[in-house]
């Protein structure tokens, strides 16, 4: 026999209407009757229907995560942080009571699929969209988006954005956490610049991308205020974010200037195809090219020699995929009575040196610097200096190493 909701209220000593708000985690109740609810599904083992339910209410249980490549262990990182804001308690009871279910869509960086994805989840009645990485920098693209967010806003569904700005002209979204790419990315180049190099090289993200521009602006302001800035087009290659790219991208940077000294990478996986375009064309790392990425990826402790990277700080993200939760808005209320003041998470930069020491390098966008000595010599195992590098300018070191 099916248990239904009136036999859970009657379990519980509650009123039906009760049920549904534990459930559902849309209203305040009582944690004594809270618990007393969860206790009787648990003993009848009831199971609430999500379809009826979310025609019952503004929106269902279901949260959609877009991301632009799953296999990309950043975007795995994000949307695992995510999934945690909204998994329930999380103590192994298997209760239900307000978690929502997360579904991962991979928009493997199609504009097309990204609008897609948004219009099934319009369809689902979608509590939340998380949408993270950079944007696409194209007009048509950003207004298609400002109105298909505005719909979903408009429906009840909170907009989460993650590493993404904002668009302009629209009030649709919930929560930003925006990360300091072009801060990370200026101190990046500041630190290898300091340790002597003087011809670097640039492997950047996919061309009309927010994070491929703001990290290139970052480096090139770092090279402009050494006096290095004038020919960087010849050693900027633009290509996807993966292993392959880097690797090409690496191999047609040193056939153009085989000069370089060091490749900075758009982030950590492009980076390894870097190190491995360096070896393959027998340069010795960090002896001969240095390589440093972005993201800090978990991998990149365990590169030989370790990588020097700048560090996204997602502690912020739990500020963010706040909004996820709470209690539902009522259909008649305008976005800014619904959201309020849009939560602005500022994210942080920091430096991972080659010999595991972390510099902050700002708190937001244009933010605050951080200081601190950077390493000038690398060190062995035993914490010991090793020879300098080769390269231009003082007698130090290459900065990281891949």
Not at 105 to 127: D, H, I, K, V
Request: aromatic residues 4%; proline residues 6%; hydrophobic residues 40%.
């Amino acid at each position: 026999m099916t248990v239904t909701l009136a036999d859970v209220a009657a379990r519980a000593r509650v009123s039906p209407a009760t049920v549904s708000r534990v459930l559902n985690g849309n209203y305040p109740v009582a944690s004594s009757t809270r618990e007393r609810v969860l206790r009787a599904v648990d003993e009848l083992d009831y199971v609430l229907n999500g379809p009826a339910s979310s025609l019952a209410a503004a929106t269902s249980d279901l949260v959609g995560i877009l991301v632009n490549d799953i296999a990309d262990p950043f975007f795995g990182i994000m949307a695992g942080a995510a999934q945690s804001e909204i998994g329930g308690p999380g103590d192994g009871s298997g209760r239900a009571g307000g978690e929502k279910l997360a579904v991962v869509c991979n928009t493997g960086g199609s504009p097309e699929r990204e609008l897609t994805y948004l219009t099934l989840l319009q369809r689902q009645r979608a509590a939340a969209v998380v949408l993270t990485g950079g944007a696409l920098e194209d007009p048509a693209h950003q207004a298609a988006m400002a109105v298909k967010l505005a719909r979903l806003a408009d429906a009840g569904t909170r907009i989460v954005f993650c590493g993404r700005p904002p668009l302009p002209d629209t009030d649709a979204v919930a929560a930003a956490l925006a990360f300091d790419n072009r801060g990370g990315a200026r101190r990046l180049t500041e630190h290898l610049i300091a340790l002597g190099h003087r011809r670097i090289g640039y492997v950047a993200g996919p061309l009309e991308r927010t994070t491929t521009r703001h990290r290139l602006e970052g480096h090139r302001e770092a090279m402009k205020a050494a006096g290095l800035y004038g020919d960087e087009e010849s050693v900027t290659v633009h290509g996807p974010y993966d292993r392959s790219s880097g690797y090409d991208a690496t191999l047609e940077l040193l056939r153009r200037e085989p000069g370089v000294t060091a490749v900075v990478a758009a982030n950590d996986t492009v980076a390894l195809g870097a190190c491995a375009a360096v070896r393959d064309r027998g340069l010795r790392i960090p002896e001969d090219v240095s390589v440093a990425g972005f993201d800090d990826l978990p991998f990149s402790v365990d590169a030989v020699p370790a990588l020097t990277t700048v560090r996204l700080d997602g502690a912020g993200l739990d500020g963010g995929a706040g909004a996820l939760n709470g209690p539902a808005p009522t259909a008649s209320a305008s976005r800014a009575q619904r959201w309020g003041r849009l939560p602005h998470v500022p994210g942080r930069a920091a430096l991972q040196d080659e010999c595991g020491r972390t510099t902050w390098v700002s708190r937001g966008q244009g933010g605050e610097r951080g200081g601190g000595a950077q390493c000038g010599w690398r060190c062995g195992p035993d914490g010991r200096t090793g020879r300098p590098g080769r390269g231009p300018g003082p007698p130090r070191a290459r900065a990281s190493a891949g």
